[in-house]
């Protein structure tokens, strides 16, 4: 018994030399107080690092997103309205055309002979009317006869005209400028009405459908900009405008089909391709902004930390839209002020602190 009271004795001393350690009250020559830290002293905590950010006024929109495929100013394919064979081909895969160029011909053999032959009977047609008018004039024709060469006339005529379109139907000219695209048809292939030969793209300007939620369809009008991006040009940006809003929302997906109409001068863009889009809408030029990383959500609130006089200050702010990493602020805050943007975690109300890496301005 008496052995375990000394060995609890010796604990406790130890445990109060080590205390004293530690209390600096084995340090030679150095006065309690300072061997206490700091803290005896009275002195402040050090710093905290942060790193902050200047609250800035600018224009500020809210955006909306969209995926949407590009699609031709004018699209047409060109097929032949009548049966025959392809006796030329006047175009290359893949050239420019111009709006009523020749493209193709069809053998008009057969359409050139029945144009002669109509000429030739409305020639005959046109001297037998010429012919009884004279002699109806003297008395020698009928009224009758007079009537019927004058018909006859008439008939001849439309006759050549009829002859004349069919031979124009084997002649198939470009209906617009554009580029052709590759030819489904050779010299000497035997065509039916309606077969494809060749389709025919108009795309300077070019045109993007997208869909966008019927929830912001408030927020869509024609003229408003846009800007299109494509995984085909990585980096680039092609901007353009919103053209036409399809009346009827599509009931299906509750989605408000929107066309917009983009310049394609090097025909860089080209019908089909995938696109992303962002709509600015609601736009305010002088919207106060903090970065996205300067919020600090608390429950239903959103705070900030705002940096006064070197100390850290917890601030209520309301927020509003939000865009290329900036939030707006609608109460709170005021420009010019700087807010912490990383280290809140480390931060107390209060507490001093010491910016880095700050933004130009802080």
Known sequence: MRKALLAVAAIAVAGAAGWYWQMGGFLPNTPPAQAAGPAALGGAPPAVPVEAAVVTVGRMARELTAVGTVISNESVIIRPEIAGRVSEILFQEGERVRQGQLLLRLDDTIDQAAV????????????NRDRTQQLHERGAAASRSRDEAEATLRVDQ???????AQLEKTRIHAPFDGIVGLR????????????DVVNLENIDPIKVEFRIPEVH??????????????DAYPGREFSGSIYAIDPQIDQAGRNVVVRAVLPNEDHALRPGLFVRLTL???EVLDAIS??????????????VIRVVEGRAQMVPVTLGRRGNGMVQVLEGLAPGDVVVTAG?????????VAVVGATPGV
């Open 116 to 127: 002669a032959q109509a000429e030739a009977n409305l020639a005959l047609a046109r001297s």
């Open 158 to 164: 439309a006759q050549l005209e009829l002859a004349r």
């Open 184 to 195: 489904k048809v050779s010299v000497g292939a035997y065509v039916a009405p309606g077969q």
């Open 280 to 282: 600015a809408v609601d």
């Open 217 to 230: 369809l408030g927020a869509l009008a024609v003229g408003q900009p846009l800007t299109v991006t494509g």
């Open 344 to 352: 809140q975690m480390k931060l107390r109300p209060d507490a001093p």
């Open 290 to 303: 903090v970065p996205e990383q300067a919020v600090v959500p608390q429950g239903n609130a959103s705070m």
